[in-house]
T-cell receptor, first 112, second 116 residues
């Protein structure tokens, strides 16, 4: 079946450091890939997405590239801020389907 | 922000009592979902709905039932709450697009349920 594996946290970084959160997936078809972010006390919200191989999703300085050859969708940001402290979820949705499978989440702490 | 509300936002109940959580949307989206969020497990799908009166089970449906009598409301019921159902519950919605399905989901603020 389909699955998503992302790096365990927490990840602790200093402000302005480079961020990478690894995500790999298993899927039978051609899924859409997503990163969602959850700030404390809130629900998840979409951060970025990519719908086909080699697409790059980007938003708020975050980027992720859909790599079919390595079945990966790693999240990166060049310079993190304290306000980026949150839990980040990698997710996939099979093409044409409406159900989404989420990874376990990676908590990010950014220190001033 | 998508118009999704959940009620109650917090609830403490005792083992064996029935509990109903409500999700209400003002977006007229077709699909609605209930997830539970637990440490180390991410989000797990409990039940989902693909239209009024059309529902199906997710991966952790045991002990839960749902109903959707109107497009805007999706109810999750714990028939007899157990301590293992202590969790944070999230409702989500998504919609169709012409020629396909928009599988981006929008989430409510969550309900924290504690079963003593």
């Amino acid at each position: 079946g389909n699955s998503v594996t992302q790096m365990e946290g927490p990840v602790t970084l200093s402000e302005e450091a480079f961020l990478t959160i690894n995500c790999t997936y298993t899927a039978t078809g051609y899924p859409s890939l997503f990163w969602y972010v959850q700030y404390p006390g809130e629900g998840l919200q979409l951060l970025l997405k990519a719908t086909k191989a080699d697409d790059k999703g980007s938003n708020k300085g975050f980027e992720a590239t859909y790599r079919k050859e390595t079945t990966s969708f790693h999240l990166e940001k060049g310079s993190v801020q304290v306000s980026d402290s949150a839990v980040y979820f990698c997710a996939l949705s099979e093409g044409g389907g409406f159900k989404t499978i989420f990874g376990a989440g990676t908590r990010l702490f950014v220190k001033a | 922000d998508a118009g999704i509300t959940q009620s109650p936002r917090h609830k403490v109940t005792e083992t064996g009592t029935p509990v109903t959580l409500r999700c209400h949307q003002t977006e007229n989206h077709r699909y609605m979902y209930w997830y539970r969020q637990d440490p180390g497990h991410g989000l797990r799908l409990i039940h989902y709905s693909y239209g009024v009166k059309d529902t199906d089970k997710g991966e952790v449906s045991d002990g839960y039932s749902v109903s959707r009598s109107k497009t805007e409301d999706f109810l999750l019921t714990l028939e007899s709450a157990t301590s293992s159902q202590t969790s944070v519950y999230f409702c989500a919605i998504s919609d169709s697009l012409a020629g396909g399905i928009n599988n981006e989901q929008f989430f409510g603020p969550g309900t924290r349920l504690t079963v003593l």
